[in-house]
Nanobody
Framework: VQLQASGGGWVQAGGSLRLACVASGDSFRSYTMAWFRQAPGKEREFVAAVRHTGGRPQYTDSVKGRFTVSRDNTENTVFLQMNSLRPDDTAIYSC??????????????????WGQGTQVTVSS
């Protein structure tokens, strides 16, 4: 599986961006899809995930109510709609595919495939 992320850019605080990650291959619907981010000097951080088995998407606390993750299995694409962006959302955002157990959805090591990342910069 190859993942290609896009949609990053520069935005002022309070603005919105929509990230997209397109997956190659025909097994997209069998993978949990997640977004992670990494800011300079910080460790990679889980942002959101939508499981292949359905159920409610999962989010890290800092983005709840502002970000929405969704997937379109017909287009092999996962989206991350980011609203009310803040300067501390600035990071490189990467998509990932895997089949983690529910308790490991936020763990980077649970994912097999990664996209190249897209830069999101939020200015104050």
């Amino acid at each position: 599986v190859q993942l290609q992320a896009s949609g990053g850019g520069w935005v002022q605080a309070g603005g919105s961006l929509r990230l997209a990650c397109v997956a190659s291959g025909d097994s997209f619907r069998s993978y949990t899809m997640a977004w992670f981010r990494q800011a300079p000097g910080k460790e990679r951080e889980f942002v959101a995930a939508v499981r292949h088995t359905g159920g409610r998407p999962q989010y890290t606390d800092s983005v709840k109510g502002r970000f929405t993750v969704s997937r379109d299995n017909t287009e092999n694409t996962v989206f991350l709609q980011m609203n009310s962006l803040r300067p501390d959302d600035t990071a490189i955002y990467s998509c990932a595919a895997g089949r983690p157990a529910l308790s490991y959805v936020s763990s980077p090591s649970a994912y097999y495939y990664w996209g190249q990342g897209t830069q999101v910069t939020v200015s104050s």
